[in-house]
């Protein structure tokens, strides 16, 4: 089944003409329309006329998340605010968000996206679909959401929490599919079980779509053992709309329309483009965008690339399960943080040292981040109830930036280790 | 109004870790600190030991030297021996002075019980147990 059969089944040879023609429109409008990537491609001196093939992509500057970050708000915008309908947040490295924005035409190709994406895994009208992640700033519950009804899906909104309910409303109306975090999922059987409720027997759920965070072909098998759940991984990010791209029904690779997207696979060290099924740093251009173009932006996502054309038919390349990232972002609870925002929010808190560490576990299912930090010794109080509420105080900051909950730990001055090259402040004791 | 009625308390950050206390109790023995009375406040990710000494100028120096977090605490005492009932007279003296106790510790010492209560205001409560004509225990006493 397909969604858009011309599209997903082009001829690899057309398929690759029509990118090379969306990248030099692309670059001829960011070049003369486009102040920040103007000044780039000078800096870099390249000129729109030394885009000749596809392969000359190599030759463009890359974008970066600091890049999103240095033009907050709207700065990198080549839409005026007439014409940009919605805008989504997620946490940027440090102290400042990052703020995407989508005209009528992005949001189009992004429940295009994923239309194709749920049709391809047999998801389509005769489905009730449960979309269980977050909606609001987070781009996974809105995108998810328009892409169900795109397909004419009957789409339950449930977000996150309340997972008793979810299991009663999954159900008692009957729910077939399901898109949220695999961690969530394995809660999701979790809870039911507690609640006498066996996911296989006692309700219609098969299919689940699964993302925002890294998860493992063990634990898809555990999921599909224990809840008889299919599961199919989606990947996209918010800088390319948000969650866009999955497996086919083959499930080797996430399909990466190719009419939306060119990806190439580079060493993270040297910036070098690498040879089909090399395993390197995703890089991506998204080729339809207009609020926010995103030229050879450096994801930080480990793959790799398969452009052989899929026994499904589409001829779209695959990428290979993201196997980790080139930089230090945490995964938790399907929200990214990076350290480099936890140690911003600690650094403005005048009661404590600088000194932190990040622990992150698995408990059952969900994630659990405990921050330890050093107190000054002048923060140092007699009473209990002082340190409690600066225990509080500081869980209460780290809540409001990171948008995600952490425990702290108090730690007397120089309890925690000092580093004296590479900080290695983080220790993940997650197993995916 | 140094009559000793104020006594001084160290009071220490312990972290909630496996041995820690141990190592505290440690410096306090190399460090020839002897301790009278004492008491652990606990929360789930560290404690605070606190502690009446002899001699608590020297013992602060000598654990700061240590690396120890620690702190000075005017605290005052009352014997709950001699007189039944004084640890309720001084608070409900307490309370019509608007004095507030943050938080107490009784302590069985060798020749009687004895009531370690820190104050928000230390002074004010001296005065206010001596009109009340509750005897203070001083830190000669202790
Ligand atoms: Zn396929």
Redesign the interface.
């Known amino acids: 089944m397909f969604w858009n059969t011309k599209i997903e089944c082009m001829p690899s040879e057309e398929l690759r003409s029509l990118q090379y023609r969306e990248l030099k429109s692309l670059v001829n409008n960011l070049y003369s329309f486009n102040k920040f990537y103007h000044d780039r491609m000078k800096a870099e001196n390249v000129h729109p006329d030394d885009i000749a093939c596809l392969a000359d992509i190599s030759k463009l500057p890359f974008m970066y998340k600091q890049d999103l970050r240095d033009n907050y708000p709207t700065n990198m915008f080549t839409a005026s605010n007439s014409e940009v309908v919605r805008y989504h947040v997620s946490s940027g490295t440090t102290g400042k968000p990052t703020l995407v924005g989508y005209t009528r035409n992005d949001l189009g190709y992004w429940t295009e996206a994923l239309a194709r994406s749920l049709t391809s895994v047999g998801i389509g009208s005769d489905d009730t679909m449960q979309v269980s992640y977050g909606y609001g700033l987070f781009t996974g519950g809105l995108g998810l959401h328009y892409g169900a009804e795109k397909v004419g899906a009957t789409v339950l909104p449930a977000g996150t929490g309340s997972t008793e309910r979810q299991i009663e409303l999954i159900k008692d109306l009957g729910v077939t599919a399901i898109a949220c975090t695999p961690s969530y999922l394995v809660h999701i059987g979790d809870v039911a079980k507690k609640m006498g409720i066996d996911i296989r027997r006692d309700t219609k759920l098969r299919k689940a779509v699964l993302g925002a965070e890294p998860w493992s072909d063990n634990m898809r098998k555990h999921i599909e053992e224990t809840m008889g759940v299919r599961a199919y991984d989606i990947y996209g990010t918010s800088e390319m709309a948000g969650p866009m791209f999955t497996e086919c029904e083959e499930r080797n690779g996430i399909h990466m329309a190719g009419d939306i997207v060119y990806c190439e696979i580079i060493d993270p060290d040297s910036g070098e483009v690498l040879e089909e099924g090399q395993k390197g740093e995703l890089v991506v251009t998204m080729l339809k965008k207009e609020a926010m173009p995103m030229i050879r932006y450096r994801i930080k996502d480990i793959t790799s690339i398969d452009n052989e054309e899929c026994p499904c038919g589409r001829t779209s390349p695959r990428i290979s399960r993201i196997s980790g990232r080139s930089d230090d972002m945490l995964i938790i609870r399907g929200i990214n943080v990076f350290p480099s925002q936890i140690e911003y929010t600690l650094l403005r808190i005048p009661q404590l040292a600088g000194h932190y560490m990040i622990i992150v576990t698995r408990e059952g299912a969900l994630d659990r981040m405990v921050i330890q930090v050093e107190i000054k010794e002048e923060a140092f109080s007699d009473k209990i109830e002082d340190m409690n509420k600066l225990r509080a105080y500081v869980e209460a900051e780290l809540k409001k930036y990171l948008n995600i909950a952490a425990e702290v730990e108090l730690k007397a001055p120089g309890e925690l280790p000092r580093f004296e090259s590479k900080a290695k402040r983080v220790i993940d004791k997650r197993v995916f | 109004m140094t009559d000793g009625s104020i006594i001084t308390?160290l009071?220490i950050?312990?972290?909630n870790e496996p041995g820690r206390l141990a190592y505290i109790a440690s410096v306090l023995k190399e460090c020839d600190i002897n301790m009278h009375a004492f008491n652990l406040?606990?929360?789930?990710?560290?404690g605070?030991l606190?502690a009446i000494v002899d001699d608590p100028e020297g013992a602060y120096e000598k654990l700061k030297a240590k690396?120890v977090?620690v702190?000075k605490?005017d605290v005052i005492c009352v014997s709950i021996e001699d007189t039944p009932g004084a640890l309720f007279k001084a608070a409900d003296a307490f309370g019509k002075a608007g004095i507030n106790i943050?938080?107490g510790y009784a302590y069985s010492g060798r020749k009687e019980s004895v009531f370690y209560m820190?104050v928000n205001d230390p002074v004010k409560a001296v005065q206010v147990l001596e009109d009340s004509g509750i005897r203070l225990v001083t830190s000669g006493e202790v």
Do not use: P
């Open positions: 308390q009071s950050f312990v972290n406040a606990e929360s789930a990710d560290f605070i606190r690396g977090i702190r605490t943050e938080y820190r």
